[in-house]
């Protein structure tokens, strides 16, 4: 469960990458996808399936409300690397 769930928090960070003009505050961004993949890491960690999925669909939500937020792609991916880059699959 632990490799799906991550999987689908790097899905929503490679999504949130696609940011590409400024007018938003990245760092927020980053805190808010941190803070959900924080989440994720320990509900699959816990092997509590209902509540990796649950952490998932949060992921998954997220993706969806932020996807035509628009940034920028290098701030975004420093705030995530500040934030959380011990958990997140950067590049």
Do not use: Q
């Amino acid at each position: 469960m632990k490799k799906t769930t991550l999987g689908l928090g790097a899905i929503a960070l490679a999504a949130a990458l696609s940011l590409t003009a400024c007018g938003t505050d990245e760092g927020k961004l980053a805190k808010e996808y941190c803070d959900l993949l924080k989440d994720a890491t320990s509900a699959a960690d816990s092997g509590d399936t209902a509540k990796a999925a649950e952490a998932s669909k949060a992921l998954t939500d997220w993706l969806e409300k932020n996807k035509d937020v628009k940034g920028d792609e290098d701030e975004f991916t420093d705030a995530v690397k500040d934030e959380c880059g011990d958990i997140a699959n950067l590049p």
